[in-house]
């Protein structure tokens, strides 16, 4: 008896955590908006996430309606939207030439679908050639990457002769010893766009210490003619 309610209990415990399992990942899956990444001055597509014919639509911006299909085939735009929406019977929403002010959470609702969707909508610049800065302690080279004022999904990647240095940070450092004449070149990107740029490490040494470097090939060169002058006096 005890044996059979043991069961029974551990069995109703296993059911219980699998459908609180199942509530928790719809709901995260619900309350988590798609992110959608759009270029400033650009075109961007919303889309639904379920691919239909949809007899109704209404895209919602916050609280707000934007546009709306009816069942007549009609469409409506709203607010700014009117000169720069775009809506198919796919559901799909199109905004037009992109502004910073687009950016924001939609949301897009039909009689065809169970619960609505949710998109967020980032609206990001085209990326300007990042800066590159360097210096020089004697021992190690600095070399640091101003990308970008918006740092919004932005990713740095150095790139360096015999290495790739897969580096998400603005800043890295190199030993002395490298080559001065080789290049180090800086990747900025994000979802909407990619730029880079690039110096040579003689740049980051000041003359005097780009001196000392060239003077054991001097001293070897004067050394070598010496010898010469030496050799043809006798």
Known sequence: MCGSMATEFYGTKILLGFALGLITFFSLGKCEPVKIFGLMNS???LSPLQKMEFKDITWKKGKDKVAELQEDGGDLYFGPFQSRGRLDQSGSFTILNLTASDEGQYEIESSNLTASEILYLYVLEKLPQPDLYCSFD???FTVSCNGS???RFL???W???GSYMNISQSKVQLKNGEDLQQAISCVTWNPVSTTES???LKTCVPDKNQGRHRFPVLAAF?????IIIGLCKL
């Open 222 to 226: 004067v050394f070598a003619a010496v």
């Open 155 to 157: 990713n740095y990647k």
């Open 138 to 140: 004697g021992e190690n």
């Open 159 to 161: 790139v360096f002769p």
């Open 149 to 151: 004022e918006d740092s």
């Open 43 to 45: 075109n961007v597509t």
């Open 198 to 200: 690039s110096l040579f």
